[in-house]
């Protein structure tokens, strides 16, 4: 991979934890919100929906993570 490639690269490795950690901050604030409303009929459901989501973009965080110190 040439060096214009790879700055190309890192630039959106960068931009995609950049998304992912708004996505975790706003699942986390939905969650908090679900925990604080009382009782819903389907809020067990949300929540493991809202922490499996969480867990996937960790996950995609730590695999762009992973790639950025591999290109060094």
């Known amino acids: ?7 190309r690269t890192r630039q959106s490795l960068h931009q ?4 992912l950690s708004i996505a975790s901050m706003t699942i986390e604030l939905i969650s908090i919100k679900l925990q604080r409303g009382g009782d819903h009929p389907l809020q067990d459901d949300l929540l493991q929906s809202c922490n499996a989501a969480l867990d996937a973009v960790k996950r995609a965080g730590k695999t762009a993570n992973q790639t950025l110190h591999d290109l060094r």
Do not use: Q
């Open 16 to 19: 995609i934890n950049n998304d």
């Open 1 to 7: 991979m040439d060096s214009e490639a790879r700055i």
